[in-house]
């Protein structure tokens, strides 16, 4: 199981980071006392549970309890297990500011019943031994959300691509386009199957079908075009953060064509390196 501890200043991303974590595999804890650490981690190690990735988000929210996160993390070394500890930081005055716009206050100054300022200060005396020691330091400073997400997933993934998960729907016009589609193909410019009789009643799920709509110079065309134009698309999309993609391809009913063209895009998707799923929505509604 691989661990990693996640600390840094409230306000420095640590939510966003936990975000983008969550994308890439990771089972996400947060706000983990660290007295629980040692005990939760070999829990996670046991026999039966499925956690290979686990991310453990612990901070000054725990109040004085959060002094022991060194100890546990002495205990841990001594225990033989490898983990890795990714620090969060921004400066001062961006800290200020982040809380002054979303106008939450600071968990010390809740507490303490300081002002910001000297809850930052607070809070990094406190965290100045663990990013010293952290394995990776992101200053969020100067980073966007998508340009930290980015940062974040390039760390611990060695395809950055695994990080957006794409997912292709098929539908039928006449049932209406999916709510949530980033990008809708309208594939009911081919030639319609429906209208053979030996293929009317069979879907694209069919090889009967698929070479039939394939079939045609148009549809190699379209598909050729469709093809490109993903490819050249979803790495921007991955550039810009987004870690969930949807993209529908539709027909008059969802049967036929729209099946056949999603499989195949389903496919390419697949094989360029994406996490990709596939979803036929109205493969079996009667038309």
């Not at 968990?107 to 663990?130: D, G, H, T, Y």
């Not at 079908?209 to 050729?224: H, I, K, T, W």
Request: glycine share 8%; proline share 3%; hydrophobic share 40%.
């Amino acid at each position: 199981m691989g661990l990693l501890i996640v600390s840094g200043l409230s306000g420095a991303g640590k939510s966003l980071a936990v975000h983008a974590l969550e994308d890439i595999g990771y089972f996400c804890i947060d706000n983990l006392p660290p007295a629980l650490l040692c005990r939760f981690v070999e829990f996670s190690m046991q026999s039966g549970n499925e956690i290979e990735k686990l991310a453990v988000v612990m901070d000054v929210r725990g109040g004085e309890e959060y002094g022991g996160l060194a100890e546990a993390m002495s205990q841990l070394h001594k225990s033989g297990v490898p983990f890795q500890c990714l620090f969060l930081d921004a400066q001062n005055e961006v800290l200020e500011r982040r809380y002054k716009e979303t106008r939450r206050t600071h968990p010390l100054s809740i507490k303490n019943r300081v002002s910001i300022e000297e809850a930052i200060r607070r809070e990094r005396q406190m965290l100045r031994p663990i990013a010293e020691s952290a394995d990776f330091v992101i200053d969020t400073s100067v980073l966007s959300t998508a340009q930290l997400r980015d940062r974040v997933v390039s760390l611990f993934t060695e395809d950055i691509r695994q990080g957006m998960a794409v997912t292709v729907i098929s539908f039928g016009f006449k049932f209406g386009i999916p709510k949530d589609s980033d990008l809708v193909f309208d594939v009911r410019c081919l030639p319609n199957p429906f209208y053979i009789p030996e293929l009317k009643h069979k879907t694209g799920l069919d090889q009967e079908v698929r070479d039939y709509v394939l079939g045609f110079e148009e549809s190699q065309g379209l598909l050729a075009r469709l093809r490109d134009l993903l490819e050249y698309s979803l790495p921007l999309y991955v550039k810009e953060g987004k870690s969930q993609l949807s993209i529908a391809v539709g027909c008059t009913g969802g049967k036929h064509r729209s099946v056949t063209f999603a499989r195949e895009l389903y496919a390419s998707v697949s094989a360029a390196g994406y996490r990709a799923s596939i979803l036929h929505r109205d493969v079996e509604r009667n038309v």
